[in-house]
């Protein structure tokens, strides 16, 4: 029913910056929190960023200061820009939503994309 689909994932060099983009399309009725994950060979998936619908975020500590999560509720999209990429960002970065179909309140599940690799190399 929901579909989440990531773009802007590359290779660049340490220094450099990349800006991922996901679009939720299907039937909702709205969107509550959106966010990104990454999972990096032999590690566990770990929270990147977040945004809440009011525009709350939250961030991992290793990314603070270098990363911003946005969204645009009109469009059904959420960004990540990153910036000051280091080799240790490298990894499949993965969008999250967490989606309310119908118009009975409660009903919320969360949905993910196919995920976008990034690769930070020299």
């Known amino acids: 029913q929901v579909q989440l689909v990531e773009s802007g994932g590359g290779l660049v060099q340490p220094g450099g910056s990349l800006r991922l983009s996901c679009a939720a399309s299907?039937?909702?009725?709205?969107?509550?929190?959106m966010g990104w994950y990454r999972q990096a060979p032999g590690k566990q998936r770990e929270l990147v960023a977040a945004?809440?619908?009011?525009?709350?975020?939250n961030y991992a500590d290793s990314v603070k200061g270098r990363f911003t999560i946005s969204r645009d509720n009109a469009k059904n999209t959420v960004h990540l820009q990153m910036n000051s990429l280091k080799p240790e960002d490298t990894a499949v970065y993965y969008c999250?939503?967490?989606?309310?179909?119908?118009?009975?309140?409660?009903?919320?599940?969360?949905?993910w994309g196919q995920g976008t690799q990034v690769t930070v190399s020299s």
């Open positions: 999250n939503a967490g989606v309310r179909t119908t118009v009975v309140a409660g009903l919320s599940y969360n949905y």
């Open positions: 299907g039937i909702i009725f709205s969107i509550n929190a």
């Open positions: 945004i809440t619908n009011g525009g709350s975020t």
